[in-house]
């Protein structure tokens, strides 16, 4: 069984940055794609980043332009880099691990974006 662990998470003033990461607990196999979705209360989780295990990345249109998902395969961790964050992104973000046959999640980490 995989783990995915998520750390980073905090409190940051609006326009602030953070960036979260999300350790495997082993090499997975058959991936297709590594993830960050978020929830936020009374609402649906969301997708918000992935990549592929080609290396292709996509974004949901309300981050476009402010984060950027990667990864180091040597470590096992991908991260997700949060730039001029807002109020609205306040949310628990979990982390995914799509293969063609499983789908790993992540306990999540809190972003709390406020003043």
């Known amino acids: 069984q995989v783990q995915l662990v998520e750390s980073g998470g905090g409190l940051v003033q609006p326009g602030g940055s953070l960036r979260l990461s999300c350790v495997a607990s082993?090499?997975?196999?058959?991936?297709?794609?590594t993830g960050w979705y978020r929830q936020a209360p009374g609402k649906q989780r969301e997708l918000v980043a992935f990549?592929?295990?080609?290396?292709?990345?996509d974004y949901a249109n309300s981050v476009k332009g402010r984060f950027a998902i990667s990864r180091d395969n040597a470590k096992n961790t991908v991260y997700l880099q949060m730039n001029s964050l807002k109020p609205e992104d306040t949310a628990v973000y979990y982390c995914?691990?799509?293969?063609?046959?499983?789908?790993?999640w992540g306990q999540g980490t809190q972003v709390t974006v406020s003043s």
């Open positions: 995914n691990a799509l293969t063609s046959v499983l789908d790993f």
């Open positions: 082993r090499t997975i196999f058959s991936i297709i794609r």
């Open positions: 990549i592929t295990s080609g290396g292709s990345t």
